[in-house]
């Protein structure tokens, strides 16, 4: 039964993609579906060794000369799920569900990050639309890095002019510049022993999270940085040794939950009176923005356990590393230009590994930010890996483009689009490297809790976008 109006194709084709299992590395699926899309409909397609799809779309009657234009989405998802959520995403469909005329996914992220661009890309391929040539590019791993859009070949493209559709928000505006960034990965040894000291668990839940660009200024609550207060505040007080620490799920989200369990030999109550100190300190700080903030003490399983001097390094790390907002804009109310999310850490056989996601406007920031870190890798006798670097999109004050979508704009909602800029990290810097002198503009629906099972998509938005961008390909 489908959720969705399949007589509008922007809304059937997201419902297509939303049944295929898409997360980042997991996107064969949806390339098969795209290639086979495009051989129903005698288009012209690429599909590279990482599962990228380019298809081609000739010019409509009159628009031969008019010059091609790059329509651009990802096709992968960030895969969050609440806890109680039994959602598979290697094989799951999302599962679908309108409330109040608001698109949502139950337990799950929704994948209108970027499914929204993907169903933009197919209705348009699908339809008989006037426009100039198209080269609709659906790439894959946006959310681990841009990964997909960095295998791209600049031979794949003659166009000149570049709509990125992954700009979801408030529905209103234009995005003008982003953020680049990049990821780190920290990695410390670790040696288990055998413990049958007491042990005991800390479990923190009930946190927003949110996309580690979009929501880095809300100042809300991070697990992981929570946990390693309440663990230090133990601690100090008694001897520890942890056992595991897991939180956290992906780079660019701001961790929602974390578990950690330790052995401990002091008294019970000691620990209990640390425990809940902390909690009523944490408690009041976050209360307005994370309401639902709760975090747990409870008895565990004894077993192996890493010695106490590692694990009082552990607990420092944990307490050091910085996270959050680090520089804001003077020009542009409310736009983060520094942020560093400390995203998740696991515990492995023989090690304890953080992953951190850096976003900044200028390389700088994001170079300073990381030779931190690496001050405290050293420290910490921890080994550090840099990946996934990417850069940001710089404003560009004389875009043709960007001056077409805003008159087509007024002529389609009376009303003035806004000129937006987002300290998330978009693809369009990647293209802009890839092809000199490329013109962009971002479009996208009204969306909110990108990153998260409260992921939303307003559906009469979508349907309006879809609308201004079929007026705006009639206008190149």
Request: glycine share 8%; with cysteine.
């Amino acid at each position: 039964m489908n959720v969705l109006n399949h007589e509008k194709p922007h809304q059937k084709y997201f419902e297509e993609i939303s049944r295929i299992p898409r997360g980042s590395f997991n996107e064969a699926a949806c390339a098969d579906y795209l290639a086979a899309f495009a051989a129903e409909h005698g288009l012209k397609y690429i599909r590279d060794e990482l599962n990228n799809v380019v298809i081609f779309k000739p010019a409509g009657a009159g628009y031969e000369d008019h010059g091609a234009v790059i329509l651009q989405a990802h096709t992968d998802m960030v895969c969050e799920k609440n806890a109680d959520c039994t959602h598979d995403f290697e094989k799951d469909p999302i599962d679908l569900y309108i409330e109040n005329g608001i698109l949502k996914a139950r337990g799950t992220t929704l994948g209108a990050d970027d499914g929204m661009g993907c169903a933009y890309m197919l209705a348009v391929l699908a339809s008989d639309l006037p426009h100039p040539a198209l080269e609709c590019v659906f790439t894959v791993q946006e959310e681990v890095g841009l990964i997909g859009a960095f295998a791209l070949k600049p031979e794949y493209f003659t166009a000149k002019r570049y709509v990125n559709l992954d700009f979801g928000g408030h529905g209103v505006g234009t995005c003008t510049t982003s953020a680049g960034g990049e990821m780190i990965g920290l990695r410390k040894p670790v040696e288990f022993d055998e413990c049958d000291t007491p042990a005991y668990r800390i479990f923190v839940t009930g946190l927003k999270g949110g996309h580690s660009g979009g929501c880095i200024m809300m100042e809300l609550g991070n697990s992981l940085k929570i946990c390693g207060r309440i663990l230090k505040e133990i601690s100090g007080s008694c001897d520890m040794r942890i056992r595991k620490l897991d939180g956290g799920l992906k780079n660019n989200a701001i961790p929602r939950e974390c578990e950690a369990v330790f052995a401990s030999e002091a008294k019970e109550e000691d620990i209990r009176a640390a425990f809940e100190s902390m909690k009523t300190q944490i408690a009041s700080e976050i209360g307005f923005q994370e309401p639902d903030f709760a975090v747990t003490l409870e008895r565990a399983e004894s077993g192996p356990a890493i010695c106490e001097e590692v694990s009082a390094e552990i607990v420092d790390l944990l307490y050091l590393l910085p996270t959050g907002l680090r520089h804001r804009s003077l020009q542009i109310a409310n736009l983060p230009t520094a942020s560093e999310n400390l995203a998740s850490v696991r515990t492995g056989a023989d090690y304890l590994e953080f992953q951190y996601s850096l976003r900044a406007e200028k390389m700088s920031l994001r170079d300073q930010m990381e030779k931190e870190i690496c001050i405290l890798a050293g420290i910490y006798d921890m080994t550090m890996e840099v990946y996934s670097k990417f850069p940001s999109w710089e404003f560009n004050p004389n875009s043709a483009l960007r001056e077409t979508l805003c008159r087509v704009y007024k002529e389609q909602k009376d009303s003035e689009m806004e000129l937006l800029a987002t300290h998330g990290g978009l693809e369009c810097g990647v293209f802009c490297d890839m092809i000199p002198g490329l013109d962009v503009v971002t479009l996208g629906a009204e969306t909110d809790g990108a990153h998260t099972p409260k992921e939303q998509m307003n559906l009469e938005s979508f349907d309006r976008t879809f609308d201004v961008l079929a007026a705006f390909l009639k206008e190149l």
